[in-house]
């Protein structure tokens, strides 16, 4: 069967003020609303998408953390995946051991494609699809703002510093997805009681061979700085006034 | 001593501007010997001028016809090879780099440090976490090696160097992939300064409304020599190119003076402007969050206050 493997990290919601902890031990996410990393939306619906086209048969959500992320992945069923895997685990998982843990789940999964986000809003780290692209000796196609499958290639528009680049590459491959790329379709009520029903399987990562390594120590949390507060002019010249004593008009 | 790999990002004629922000950067790690490597169809412009940055001391060059376009799956495996005889491999945290590194850092099952914005030790680094609503220091088991992403906001750049540094070509076992191939790029060129490397950037929101209306900015613009930027919901609704968006997904940009015109100043807005040295607001609602990071603010009409400037500037 032709799937797609989409991957589903739970996340601060982007709305949420971050706040670090006094004591400098991390962030604050006690009682904090948890979301689906929103590049993971877009990469879920670019999937659907696809599988409404008839270029694939299914759609298979992946999320990688604590038992919490069943309530993503059950977003994710609601939205249209056909199933899901938790691979549960409580420890801090870097993107090298994201990367391993997808990369032994494509090995037995066989998928067309995997969409992941080209960054998660938690860490901002943009490292996870690159590293599986790698691992599996597939290619890669990095913030993607369009998608075109013909055959056994994918033709994708990238967002890149000069402009829209334009790749093609063999397929399987991974593909990681920017803001443009898509708008996510809503979750519908009914759809939410359905997805009880579709099967949400849990795995542990030793299951798939990986055991999670801590490579980069967080040390210390601390919030940034804040800028001094600045000054009110009242009119267009107060401003010019302003600049130039900056020296900057 | 720390050996130091950094890729020399370019575009087939130019080195990157941002690579002599890595050296500065990679300057910081004690004791640091360091190499620039160029991978290309032609390297001889692009090395001559990686060899004149400050603090470089060598420049290698890896030749071969896939290289005309820089794609991460031909680079990685070449750069990895190479890798192997360094301590540390940087690049900057542009979407060349934040492309290429971390596939070259699975390769070598090594961490990579994304958007590195300060070196504490060799081993040692402070980054941004939450569109840069906290920053945290991570420490890499002495040994390892270390693979970064610059922040190259958070770097001047390194000068020009008198005495070039030696240039040296060098063959790598690794045959680059062939499953990616580069069709086309496409940007709305113009003769403005760059927005990433730009001194001054005026930049528009959504309250531009139209394409049209953005016009009054590039005016504006003209006249003081700046890079022209724009929100994501500008870009979004088609008013400004994507690669004008700024942000925490768009660029990082760090001028000396950023004026936005009709942006409330969402996070993920203020992620990409916080380290510019001043910052001017100009919105029609005085609760704007951008007030609150704005060294000067001023309440107003920009359909208004645009031309006024352009005409009291003059
Ligand atoms: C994952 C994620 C990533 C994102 N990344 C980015 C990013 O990289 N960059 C980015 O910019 N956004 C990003 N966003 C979007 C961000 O949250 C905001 O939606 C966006 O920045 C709003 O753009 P804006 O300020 O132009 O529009 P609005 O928020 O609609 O603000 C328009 C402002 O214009 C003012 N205004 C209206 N008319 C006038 C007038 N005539 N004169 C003066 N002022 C006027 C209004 O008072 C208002 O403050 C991201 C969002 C998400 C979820």
């Known amino acids: 069967m032709k799937r797609i493997l989409v991957a589903i990290k739970r996340v601060v919601d982007y709305n949420v003020r971050i706040r670090v902890k006094p004591d400098g031990s991390g962030v604050i996410t006690d009682g904090v609303k948890m979301s689906i990393n929103p590049f993971d939306e877009i990469a879920l619906e670019e999937a659907l998408r696809l599988k409404e086209k008839g270029i694939v048969e299914e759609v298979l959500a992946v999320s990688i953390g604590t038992a919490d992320c069943q309530q993503q992945l059950r977003t994710a069923l609601a939205m249209g995946a056909d199933r899901a895997i938790l691979v549960q685990t409580d420890a801090v998982i870097e993107p090298l051991d994201a990367a391993r843990i997808f990369r032994a789940l494509c090995e037995r999964e066989t998928p067309l494609l995997a969409i992941l986000g080209k960054q998660a809003i938690d860490d901002d780290c943009s490292q996870t699809g690159q590293m599986l692209a790698a691992l599996w000796g597939r290619p890669q196609a990095t913030f993607a703002s369009k998608v075109e499958i013909n055959g056994d290639v994918a033709r994708v528009t990238r967002e890149v510093d000069a402009g829209l680049e334009t790749i093609e590459v063999d397929l399987p491959a991974v593909i990681t997805t920017d803001l443009r790329l898509n708008e996510p379709r809503y979750v519908k009520l009914p759809d939410i009681m359905k997805a009880k029903k579709k099967p949400l399987d849990t795995l542990d990562p030793g299951a798939l061979g990986v055991t999670p390594v801590e490579r980069l120590k967080p040390v210390k949390f601390e919030p940034p700085p804040v800028r001094a507060k600045g000054v009110m002019v009242k009119d267009t010249q107060e401003l010019i006034d302003a600049l130039r004593r900056k020296g900057l008009a | ?314």
Request: hydrophobic fraction near 50%; glycine fraction near 8%; aromatic fraction near 4%.
């Open chain 2, 1 to 314: 001593m720390n050996r130091i790999l950094i890729v020399g990002e370019h575009d087939g004629s130019r080195l990157n501007p941002a690579i002599a922000k890595c050296v500065t950067c990679a300057r910081g790690i004690p004791d640091a010997e360091i190499t620039i490597a160029v991978f290309a169809a032609d390297p001889t412009a692009v090395a001559a001028d990686a060899a004149t940055v400050a603090g470089v001391d060598r420049v290698v060059t890896v030749t071969h016809a896939i290289h005309s376009n820089a794609l991460a799956a031909a680079i990685a495996p070449q750069l990895a090879e190479l890798a192997a005889a360094y301590t540390h491999v940087f690049g900057p945290s542009t979407t060349f780099g934040k492309d290429l590194m971390p596939r070259v850092a699975a390769l070598l099952d090594a961490p990579q440090v994304s958007d590195l914005m300060a070196v504490e030790s060799a081993t040692r680094f402070r980054r941004p976490i939450y569109a840069s609503n906290a920053i945290t220091t991570v420490a890499a088991a002495e040994g390892s090696k270390i693979i970064a992403t610059v922040r190259i906001a958070s770097f001047e750049a390194a000068g020009v160097s008198v005495a070039p540094a030696p240039i040296e070509a060098v063959t790598v076992a690794a045959e680059p992939a062939t499953h990616t191939r580069f069709i086309s790029v496409s940007s709305a060129r113009s003769d403005r300064p760059d927005l990433q490397t730009a001194a001054k950037v005026v930049s528009g929101g959504r309250a531009l409304a139209s394409a049209d209306n953005f016009g009054i900015l590039f005016k504006l613009a003209d006249k003081m020599g700046a890079a022209v930027g724009a929100s994501r919901a500008a870009v979004d609704a088609g008013y400004a190119a994507n690669e004008m968006q700024v942000g925490q997904t768009g660029k990082i940009i760090s001028p000396d003076l950023y004026l936005a015109f009709g942006i409330s100043g969402a996070i993920q807005h203020l992620t990409g402007i916080k380290d510019a040295k001043t910052i001017v607001a100009i919105n029609k609602d005085p609760e704007a969050p951008i007030f609150e990071v704005a060294d000067i603010g001023l309440v107003g009409d920009l359909f208004q206050i645009v031309p006024e400037l352009d005409r009291l500037l003059g």
